[in-house]
């Protein structure tokens, strides 16, 4: 397998994004890149705004190992928001082909290191933003998001992905296809993404894990929720997971909890059935599809998994919004 480490910082993404692109053979003209070979597929859209902020779009499947080693900028404290769809489940699928992921918040400036996904189609996008431009947008005053933007030292957190705020991640995805206006629909859809995201924060609606584990274990969670999300057919083993990680399965579960902040299998089911709730809802495959492509043992095995869910029979919502 060939490995690819590209050593930069987060307050300058498109150095990056450049050196890639020459290092892959593909093209970069500031704004969009284009990669296409048998090492590597990528494809980026990225805009830098006033302050330095960034934002960007993401799609990437690698027969490469590709790894990203972050070398931190003390003169300005910058911070990172990225929010990942992974892993392709139905090519009949023609509403929902990524499952979703959660927020991802952390300050740029320490040392970490990210292992993106190998052979598994995925998508994010990433929001980059010095606290000075936060500050410029926010109306002041004291709020939970300025407090966690302003915490010292090394952080991550992780949150989860509410309707509202995937609703602009989805817009914001699909005005990457529209160069007549895309760098205005990024800026504005990324601005109602952080502004729901203090919304939510100041009611108390989100759920919050700050991430207190080793940086190397903290990259094997990430890609072990990549791998688990991009085969709903079979559950995770864990005995399998624990050798093949080097740690005891109540390490392996106690780190992807500090994580994400469930143990692995309730997290595979959830994710899961979410999923189901999707595909029932926005696609025009039969329940019977749907069981197969998402592991179900029989229909009757997804219709009760569904109804404890959500509290009511997965062919009550099926056509209800296009």
Known sequence: MKKYTIVSNEDHPHDSYKRIAEDFKGTWDGAEMMIDNE??????????????????????????????????????????????????????????????????????????????????SCQWITIRFPLEVFNYFDEGGDSKLRDLLNEEGDWFHYFTLSPKIEGYVNELVKASHNKTKRKYSFLSRALDILGAFKEKMEKGQTTKSNIKIHPDDFSSMVLLKDKI????????????????????????????????????????????????????????????????????????????????????????IRGTLQ
């Open 229 to 316: 999300l991009s085969d709903f057919t079979t559950p995770p083993n864990l005995n399998t997971l624990s050798f093949e990680l080097g740690m005891s399965i109540s390490k392996l579960n106690r780190n992807f909890k500090a994580v994400y902040q469930q143990p692995i299998l309730q997290y595979f089911n959830q994710h899961r059935t979410e999923e189901t709730y999707r595909q029932v809802k926005y696609s025009d495959k039969s329940l019977t599809e749907i069981a197969d492509d998402l592991g179900y043992s029989h229909v009757g095995h997804l219709s009760r998994t569904f109804k404890k869910q959500f509290g009511y029979a997965p062919s009550s």
């Open 39 to 120: 090492d590597l597929k990528l494809q980026i859209t990225s805009f830098e705004y006033m302050g330095g902020m960034f934002v960007g779009h993401l799609q990437m499947n690698s027969n490469t190992q590709i790894i990203y080693s972050n070398v931190p900028n003390d003169d300005e404290n910058f911070v990172v928001m990225r929010i990942g769809y992974s892993g392709a489940y139905s090519k009949k699928d023609k509403y929902r082909r990524f499952n979703h992921d959660g927020i991802f918040l952390y300050n740029a400036n320490q040392l970490f290191n990210i292992e993106y996904p190998f052979q598994i």
